[in-house]
Structures are given as structure tokens and as C-alpha cells.
């Protein structure tokens, strides 16, 4: 079974302003539901760069999609590769599948169906951003994005 | 005058997560790609530049 109407217009909308935001962003196999990705490069103020790739959800948009680091293969100021290290608070991860690092950027309990992937994307942004301070200074990422509220 | 040096855009985030308050918000510029800090009482960078301190505030992550 494919998309609704609805969740076709809503994807369309999601790569229109993606398009806008951040341009390097495009749909993979967009047909199947469960199996499209969205996937495309960011850039760290400092020039490093990262391939982001985001799951579209079934149910689009009413669960909190999965967003993945592809590579380069991440690893903490001190060496240790952060797929190894699983769920953590600190760095903002999820468990990971795949050796793929996943960043915790919504709970379920926040998500909101009109929240945007360009807005997910953001964070995901400023995640990379803190993970490069995390390198430089040793503090956990969370010392540089907080966690939501319970 | 606008900032986007690392260590400037990271001693912002501290700032927020410290529940501190700033003279300063920091955008995303979609035409750079960069995080850059403006003054919160300046125009932004441009028109499609787009506030990265307002998800930050609300609080960020949860895991």
C-alpha cells in the first residue's frame, strides 16, 4: 500500500521547503512507505561534513522520525566510536542499528505532526555543531544542547 | 555585527543551556550553511535565514 493523499502533499510540502533550507537534502525510495529516506550532506561552520540521512516514518507525520549520521564514522574526543557506546544521555544518542549513529532530537512524547523535517534538521545542525565542540573541549554534548522537560 | 566562529557559536549554546540570557541569537543561513550569532535586535541575515535559538530554548533533546 503506498502513501495517502495526504501523506503524498505532506511529503511534497516536507521537500519543498527542504529544498529552501537545506538544498543538499533529496527523497530516496519515496514509493514504499517505511522505506523512504531522505538523506544529503551538512556542513560544520568549521568545513566538516556529514552525511545526514532521515527516515520518513510510516505514518508520516505522526511519529518522530529517525535521523541517522552515515558518516564520517563519529568517535568521542577519546576515541571511542559513539555507535559503541549505545544510549546516551550526555552525547544525545539513541541505540543504533546498522552502525549508524542515531541523535535523540524528539521524544514522541514532544513530537507534533506539524513539526517540520527542516525543523528536525536544525537540530540535527546544531547537534553537529556541539559535537565538534564535544571534540575540541571534552564536555558532553549536552553541555551544549539541553535536554526537554520531562 | 554578526559572529560564526565556533568557540562564539558554542559559548551561546552554554549560555542557553545554562538557562543564561544573551544579547545574542544565533540563526542558520541556509545560502552558508553556517550557524551564525546576530545581534537579537538586528535584522537577520537575510530573508530566509531562520532562528536555531528558539528549538534550543524550548529545550532540545530528550533521550
Redesign the interface.
Known sequence: MGWSSQQSARLHLEMDILSRYFPTFFLKDSIIPGHAIIEGTMRSNAGNEYLVRLHVPADLPNSVPIVEIISPVLRDRFGHSLVDLGTSYPMHLLKPENDAVRICHYSASHWHPNITFSKVLLKIRAWIEAYEGHLDSGYAIDHYLPHMEA | MEE???KS??DH??Q??QGKSTTKKLV?D?RT???VLVDAKSPQLSP?A?T?DD??R??????
Open positions: 560564526k566562529d565556533s557559536v558554542l549554546l552554554t542557553i543551556t542558520f541556509p550553511q553556517e550557524l530566509d531562520v536555531a528549538p534550543t524550548d529545550g532540545f533533546f530528550a533521550c
